[in-house]
Structure formats: C-alpha cells, structure tokens
C-alpha cells in the first residue's frame, strides 16, 4: 500500500494550490480519505475528509470556505484545493486512508502518505 503525496510548495499569502494523493496497491474506492496536517513545533491536525463515495465532506473550521477536497476514484486520487492560502497553513500535509465513514479523528486513519510540505509567505 502506497499513498504518495505531491503538489506541496511555496506560495504567496492569498495565493492557491493544489495537493493531491495517488494510492497504490488498495481498493482506493473502499476507503474514506483525509488530509492533516502539521506545523511545525505543532501536534498533528485534522484538515479535511471526503467518504468513499466523495458525497460527503468534512472540514476544520479554520479551512472552511477556503478548502476543497475531491476525489477522482478511477484515478486513484484524492485533492485538496488550497485557496486564500494564510501563513498559518504553513504545514507538512498528510493524506491518509480509512475504512467504513469519514472522520476527523487521527486515531480512525490507518494508513498514511509521506505528506507534502506547503509554505505560505507573507
């Protein structure tokens, strides 16, 4: 199993990115996917989540109306569209997998990508 994260770089504040997860060697449509994230001398945090289907998405507080997470089954992939990126997004996100619902929780997810460093500058 395999979840390879890209798309992570330098922007500017109010600028946009897009981060994406590719999953390997797994039934990609069987899981829920979700994006943390962490800031550096921060713990870990739940950034976004979309169910196996895509129908139904969760986000924290501080990303919503900015964020969007998507997912493209037969490619494998799940995105999280980064728009009026802040400072405070600066962060190593992660992309990690579960079975049955979508959660927000750390613990739920059992598998995780090797995350994808975004930096926004002021």
């Known amino acids: 199993v395999q979840l390879q994260a890209s798309g992570g770089g330098l922007v500017q504040a109010g600028g946009s990115l897009r981060l994406s997860c590719t999953a390997s060697?797994?039934?990609?449509?069987?899981?829920?996917m979700a994006w943390f994230r962490q800031a550096p001398g921060k713990e870990r945090e739940f950034v976004s989540g979309?169910?196996?289907?895509?129908?139904?998405?969760i986000y924290a507080d501080s990303v919503k109306g900015r964020f969007t997470i998507s997912r493209d089954n037969a490619k494998k992939t799940v995105y999280l569209q980064m728009n009026s990126l802040k400072v405070e997004d600066t962060a190593v996100y992660y992309c990690?997998?579960?079975?049955?619902?979508?959660?927000?929780?750390?613990?739920?997810?059992?598998?995780w990508g090797q995350g994808t460093l975004v930096t926004v500058s002021s």
């Open positions: 060697g797994l039934t990609f449509s069987r899981y829920a």
């Open positions: 990690a997998r579960r079975m049955m619902v979508v959660t927000s929780s750390e613990g739920d997810y059992d598998y």
């Open positions: 979309v169910s196996w289907s895509g129908d139904s998405t």
